[in-house]
């Protein structure tokens, strides 16, 4: 059975896994005021070019998401995202559980939100009996694997603040973004060009875990008050600062990141060259072949996946595929050499 | 430096750290569906002798408490608490922020509720013009470590009953309620006695987690909808699963809370022998030693601890010093030592 | 200048107005128990002959969706309304400000929903990472003047209950829509097939105030406490009672609604016979033409409208005008007269 | 039988129901956009000296308090208030509703804040594991008819300045604060004192409303997409404006109040006259006598009133008698006719 069902089935690097074991009898404070979280945001400031950021880190993604909405928002205002945005499809309706309306915007199948779409949707909202949009938030990877380019992120930045527009990333998958071919982005543009943004520990080689960098000061402050409020600090805080020292150690971090994209690049190769065809092509480590429904039930004896929807083609299935730090080349082979014909 | 601030200051037991290992590479399915959660579930019902309840595992203290008080209650719905209880003045207002009241009782220093001071509390809420009180949220031990005995609870549980209120208990510190000296519940008890509890993980030898047992088959259900959505749910959930499993396993679990309070003893024993009085005599880990303000820049020199508050005594202050499952007796020993005279 | 902007631009029907200053110095009990409300209330449930049904009095539809909404699900519940419906166009994000998600569905120009819209619709929820479908959000009439028919109603209510989803039904119009010449449906046929309706005075000869019905005993209980609390109680309360009590007497709250709808379709075949097309042949009091653009400074001049949006023809705009109780057959005759070609 | 009862038994002074009906056919633009809020919102800014303010009108006293603590604040802000706060023992749970904590002080009878209360309080919110304090909520005349000073008004507006704490001032017996013995504050006063303050219309006159005055700048803005979010928004909003305008001219306002304030006077003078003492000597309409609990039931016959609670003697009751604009000199001198001794 080869598991390519999502990018969390596995748990931690073996050297995240040291790093907490070596912190296990420390003797820590709580709550994220130790040295390892210190150091960890403070390694985070450096790679990011931005010492005037605040770094925070959150148990997970759909906390990191809510609980910055949450905190960046007045009540009356709303957030556009991708119609296939996390917070939109896969979230329970937790952004709107903290009374924020979600603004969905038809994005393609990449996922990527541009200006056009946003200011397409904006007169509308002039009308003062809606929500008034303030927030922008956009995933790099985005929910079908998209990836952003520097000329796009520094268009949808501009079109933010010409509006009065919060630009908030989700970096779930944001080592796999940043390591993409289709990738011209650093971590310094993300906080040049961005107004918050996080970097994803549960997908990429941490047991769980995100490192939240508040860029913009006016979004700075407070944020462990509510962090705390909406259950998102965890006691043993260092638990975090560790991972993520252990990850942005060596590289390490990206080194786990590429590998992923480069499992699911072979992957995608593969069933290409199998003639296959896909949703989209994606540049990271989700991929989105199109399949007869016929042979489900075979894929389903072979490997783990996810069906992602109904295809445009009759009696054809999107399923995702996802590579992680724990993929071996053998696996993508052995699914590879196992997978029927289209 | 003697580390009594808390009982979070260290990792998890060798034990659970190894379970945490063996599962690293196993490749689980996501969010808690696993073998491991549904192991440690079992195991939860079989010890609570109560096999019609649904075993939920959330992330973390606060999380459990507001997300089970918002799935249980309708918006104008509130809940009676200790003035002193977890909800009320730790968590910066988690229960107020999904919508519901908090009405404070005060209990004495021991920190537990009465049918007494809830029927004293009850009539004024026949006034249609503020909230129903529906909940009685109590801890076990307390915030001041006090134990409930049988007679207690069963006292509690039937004034619920005859109310229409639900009794919720957060267990943060089941283990040294259940295995303190001044205890007769059992795990059974608890699940005949109110309609929702929780087994502490993260006080007691876990990394992280917290077991809520559902009991009430009116509260089951959807519930992992409302985990979701408020953030309490772990990508590889998996994780908590296999620390309850380990920590359920032979014991260890009680084990490690006897080990916590024995160590509180003997320091309570020796500070007593010394000549201090305290707070409220505990039966549980954590203990309340009343110190003149002259010897707290001494006592910080020396330990970790927390001011709890002003003593009733002029120049006095009420300090807190916690033991935990990674105390030794030389910590206690060696900290008896060096303690000043009151 | 003739007003067609709203049926909300005039204040009340002068027997409305006389049974306010007629209770003015009574000395009524406050929040609504007193005798207009009961005597209104009494009337209201024989008229639906739901004997068994509570009814509570509001200031206004928007507090009236939200709280009903509020009262009647748990917070991992979601909404499905058209996406044209009040609370999701109209509301400033009042529904998600109260914690939970609308899941609009693509109703057709006449803004109502269908059995095949929820079904299809439905089985993406099956997915617990997701809000479930609770509630159904009806208007009648819908935003675009659409009237349901009893089959319709029927099927509705069938499917709704087929899918445990409770069907609540926005009667902001009701007037209009009852008395409309496509309606064959009544108020028992309502109280039957729906969980809670609302018959809606503001828009129909009161100065303001909807009577909520609650027909299932479920939503029955404490809803005056969420309707304290969400802002929806008049201190003096039977304003909202003498209102109804006028209204409802002597057939008067359909008098005026059938006045609104004769004069609205006497105004759409004035159009229609100088070559106007509409967004939607409407049945009620809203009617939709389809203006060149060229004319609207025109139109600006004559009379009080709004616009629609776009329509499908390129430099054409779809308008709203609308008649209410106090439009007269001469406002009709004077518009039709200056009214430019098409 | 007597009323006094509350301030809200009778429905609106002569000169403003004339106001509605001269209103009622006129037109008006919808939700507050027509020239009797303008003019009314313009007046008030005259009257208070303070034309940068933004007027808004809202329906009643527990939408006035909501919306605005929720405009005003970020997630995690608390509230100051008097224990007996309107906020906190009469709405139902409506701040909490929006998601914010109320931190209730312990105030004298008179129901006052003091910066020695608030000062008292501030440290422990230090702790960022709790919510921040960041509004005090004032009433004038409070609960008990208590009224402020300008020393004191001075003194905590100054104490609010100094800790960064948002003043705002419930005046929903606002008319009879400033128009009592007691008084020394004016609306200019409250203007450049307080961030925020309302004039409350419905215990004063109006059938209903309230004219929130936002003076502090950062607190304009989007004020209406949350007034329309929170229902507090009325269709025909004019209604509201049109009552205001005629409260407003001649001085009328503060002549009901003066005379609410006589009353409430001479009927606590007399019953000092029969012997009986009070919970509190209250300078404005309201006022509470401590009678026997044997003459109750003699009481309910003559008289209605409501009881405040029990009374430090024993067998002894806080009763609450309310003069309003309706009450006659007549109704003062029958009821102290027929009061029975002490």
Request: charged share 20%.
């Given at each position: 059975m080869y598991l390519f069902r999502n990018d969390y089935s596995f748990g931690a690097h073996p050297k995240v896994l040291e790093a907490l074991s070596a912190s296990n009898l420390e003797g820590n404070p709580g709550y994220g005021f130790d040295p390892h979280c210190e150091a960890a945001a403070a390694r985070i400031k450096e790679l990011c070019q931005a010492p005037q950021a605040d770094v925070q880190f959150l148990i997970g993604g759909t906390s990191a998401n809510f609980t910055a909405i949450a905190a960046f928002l007045r009540p009356w205002e709303g957030v556009f995202c991708a119609q296939t945005g996390h917070v939109n499809g896969h979230e329970s309706g937790a952004v709107e559980a903290t009374g924020h309306k979600l603004l969905p915007l038809e994005a393609g199948p990449d996922g990527k939100l541009t200006p056009a779409l946003i200011e397409a949707a904006l007169p509308a909202y002039e009308d003062i009996h809606l929500v008034k949009p303030r927030l922008v938030y956009i995933s790099d990877a985005t929910e079908t694997g998209g990836v952003y380019t520097k000329a796009e992120l520094e268009a949808l930045s501009a079109c933010c603040r010409a509006h009065d527009l919060l630009l908030f990333l989700d970096g779930a998958r944001l080592g796999c973004a940043l390591t993409s071919p289709a990738n011209d982005l650093t971590l310094p543009d993300l906080a040049r060009l961005t107004d918050a943004f996080y970097i994803g520990g549960t997908k990429n080689g941490a047991l769980m875990g995100e490192a939240l960098v508040l860029v913009n000061p006016a979004l700075q402050g407070d944020f462990f008050r509510i962090k705390k409020q909406r259950g998102a600090v965890l006691a043993k805080g260092w638990l975090l600062g560790a991972q993520f020292e252990a990850?942005?150690?060596?590289?390490?971090?990206?080194?786990?990141?590429?590998?992923?994209?480069?499992?699911?690049?072979?992957?995608?190769?593969?069933?290409?060259?199998?003639?296959?065809?896909?949703?989209?092509?994606?540049?990271?480590?989700?991929?989105?072949?199109?399949?007869?429904?016929?042979?489900?039930?075979?894929?389903?004896?072979i490997c783990a996946f996810e069906v992602w929807g109904a295809a445009p083609e009759a009696d054809h299935t999107v399923i995702r595929l996802v590579a992680s730090f724990a993929t071996e080349p053998s696996d993508v082979d052995g699914l590879l050499n196992e997978f029927p014909l289209p």
């Amino acid at each position: 059975m080869y598991l390519f069902r999502n990018d969390y089935s596995f748990g931690a690097h073996p050297k995240v896994l040291e790093a907490l074991s070596a912190s296990n009898l420390e003797g820590n404070p709580g709550y994220g005021f130790d040295p390892h979280c210190e150091a960890a945001a403070a390694r985070i400031k450096e790679l990011c070019q931005a010492p005037q950021a605040d770094v925070q880190f959150l148990i997970g993604g759909t906390s990191a998401n809510f609980t910055a909405i949450a905190a960046f928002l007045r009540p009356w205002e709303g957030v556009f995202c991708a119609q296939t945005g996390h917070v939109n499809g896969h979230e329970s309706g937790a952004v709107e559980a903290t009374g924020h309306k979600l603004l969905p915007l038809e994005a393609g199948p990449d996922g990527k939100l541009t200006p056009a779409l946003i200011e397409a949707a904006l007169p509308a909202y002039e009308d003062i009996h809606l929500v008034k949009p303030r927030l922008v938030y956009i995933s790099d990877a985005t929910e079908t694997g998209g990836v952003y380019t520097k000329a796009e992120l520094e268009a949808l930045s501009a079109c933010c603040r010409a509006h009065d527009l919060l630009l908030f990333l989700d970096g779930a998958r944001l080592g796999c973004a940043l390591t993409s071919p289709a990738n011209d982005l650093t971590l310094p543009d993300l906080a040049r060009l961005t107004d918050a943004f996080y970097i994803g520990g549960t997908k990429n080689g941490a047991l769980m875990g995100e490192a939240l960098v508040l860029v913009n000061p006016a979004l700075q402050g407070d944020f462990f008050r509510i962090k705390k409020q909406r259950g998102a600090v965890l006691a043993k805080g260092w638990l975090l600062g560790a991972q993520f020292e252990a990850l942005l150690k060596d590289d390490l971090y990206f080194q786990l990141a590429r590998h992923s994209n480069d499992m699911a690049r072979k992957l995608q190769d593969g069933l290409k060259a199998k003639g296959y065809s896909f949703l989209f092509e994606s540049p990271s480590n989700q991929i989105f072949p199109i399949v007869p429904d016929a042979i489900l039930p075979e894929l389903e004896r072979i490997c783990a996946f996810e069906v992602w929807g109904a295809a445009p083609e009759a009696d054809h299935t999107v399923i995702r595929l996802v590579a992680s730090f724990a993929t071996e080349p053998s696996d993508v082979d052995g699914l590879l050499n196992e997978f029927p014909l289209p």
